[in-house]
Nanobody, 122 residues
Framework: QVMLVESGGGLVQTGGSLKLSCTAS????????MAWFRQAPGKEREFVAG???????IDYADSVKGRFDISRDDANSVSLQMNSLKPEDTAVYYC????????????????WGQGTQVTVSS
C-alpha cells in the first residue's frame, strides 16, 4: 500500500518562505519520478514541480520558476523549498510518485495523500 505524507505547510506573509516535505512509503521509489501538485479553492489540481528518479529531468510550472526549488532527499522523500511566496500560491499542496517518466498531468498519478495547506497573506 503506497502512502504519501506531506508536511511543512502553514501561514506566511507575501514574500516569505516555506519548505514542504513529503515521505512516500509502501515500496522503494528509487525508479519513480516524484512531483508536487497544488489545488486552490475552486480550481483544478495543477503541476508545480517534479524530478525524475535520477535528477536528469527537473521541471517547474512557469508560475513558480525561479522561486521554488525541488530536491530529492532520498529514494522515498522529496522537498519543495518555496521562496518569494505570493497570495496566488495559496493552495493545498500534494506530492506524488510515478514509475518512470516525470509527467505533468495529475490524472496520470494514482496515489494522493492528504496534502498540506499553504496560505500566503497579502
Amino acid at each position: 500500500q503506497v502512502m504519501l505524507v506531506e508536511s511543512g505547510g502553514g501561514l506566511v506573509q507575501t514574500g516569505g518562505s516555506l519548505k514542504l516535505s513529503c515521505t512516500a512509503s509502501g515500496r522503494s521509489f528509487s525508479w519513480y519520478a516524484m512531483a508536487w501538485f497544488r489545488q486552490a479553492p475552486g480550481k483544478e489540481r495543477e503541476f508545480v514541480a517534479g524530478r525524475d528518479w535520477n535528477g536528469e529531468t527537473i521541471d517547474y510550472a512557469d508560475s513558480v520558476k525561479g522561486r521554488f526549488d525541488i530536491s530529492r532527499d532520498d529514494a522515498n522523500s522529496v522537498s519543495l523549498q518555496m521562496n518569494s511566496l505570493k497570495p496566488e500560491d495559496t493552495a493545498v499542496y500534494y506530492c506524488n510518485v510515478h514509475l518512470g517518466d516525470l509527467l505533468r498531468d495529475p490524472a496520470e498519478y494514482d496515489y494522493w495523500g492528504q496534502g498540506t495547506q499553504v496560505t500566503v497573506s497579502s
